[in-house]
T-cell receptor, first 109, second 115 residues
Framework: RKEVEQDPGPFNVPEGATVAFNCTYS??????FFWYRQDCRKEPKLLMS???SGNEDGRFTAQLNRASQYISLLIRDSKLSDSATYLC??????????FGQGTELSVKP | DADVTQTPRNRITKTGKRIMLECSQT?????MYWYRQDPGLGLRLIYY???????NKGEISDGYSVSRQAQAKFSLSLESAIPNQTALYFC??????????????FGPGTRLTVL
């Protein structure tokens, strides 16, 4: 079993749709959680950190459920520019990041 | 100018050749990392360094070595390249002082092809 698992993609949605990505992690001692965004053939960039209380940044909402070891990312009112691969990332002891394989999102006009 | 740079950006080489990938950063971060990315597998950690005198193996270090020449420089070597080392390689840095945890900043990547 992979340490961080994400929904398989791709997700193909129309502009304006709401889309949700899910992620589970296996190490209960994981300390910090993130969503990164990666455009095609580009480097990953931090989208947002994920806090236990949940957090929102504009159209993006991240949730963490430590008991279920589950992380989610909700994107409302999808834009064409949201098309990318979204990486679920977990920080374990010692500051090492474990990356999920990514979920590809394609927003269509 | 980019904060994290990688050279070369693209490289095609032959089996058995020695290859060095270089990474430099101007962010002043202590921590540096090398990852490789393969389709469907996500990013996997090869080596990491938390300061100039610190080198640690990651998930897939076999066939690779690293050198931390200075705080700002971290190079990755393939002693004898083989075709299954064909991948996209990323360098990253962090300072682990972000409140939310170890946010990492990535270089633009090096696309390596081993024939």
């Amino acid at each position: 079993r992979k340490e961080v698992e994400q929904d398989p993609g791709p997700f193909n949605v129309p502009e304006g749709a709401t889309v949700a990505f899910n992620c589970t992690y296996s190490n209960s001692a994981s300390q910090s959680f993130f969503w990164y965004r990666q455009d095609c053939r580009k480097e990953p960039k931090l989208l947002m950190s994920v806090y236990s209380s949940g957090n929102e940044d504009g159209r993006f909402t991240a949730q963490l459920n430590r008991a279920s070891q589950y992380i989610s990312l909700l994107i409302r009112d999808s834009k064409l520019s949201d098309s990318a691969t979204y990486l679920c990332v977990v920080e374990n002891q010692g500051g090492k990041l474990i990356f999920g394989q990514g979920t590809e999102l394609s927003v269509k006009p | 100018d980019a904060d994290v740079t990688q050279t070369p950006r693209n490289r095609i080489t032959k089996t058995g050749k020695r290859i060095m990938l270089e990474c430099s950063q101007t962010k002043g971060h202590d921590r540096m990392y090398w990852y490789r990315q393969d389709p469907g597998l996500g990013l996997r950690l090869i080596y990491y360094s938390f300061d100039v005198k610190d080198i640690n193996k990651g998930e897939i270090s076999d066939g690779y070595s690293v050198s931390r020449q200075a705080q700002a420089k971290f190079s990755l070597s393939l002693e004898s390249a083989i075709p299954n080392q064909t991948a996209l390689y990323f360098c990253a840095t962090s300072d682990n002082r972000d409140r939310a945890g170890d946010t990492q900043y990535f270089g633009p990547g090096t696309r390596l092809t081993v024939l």
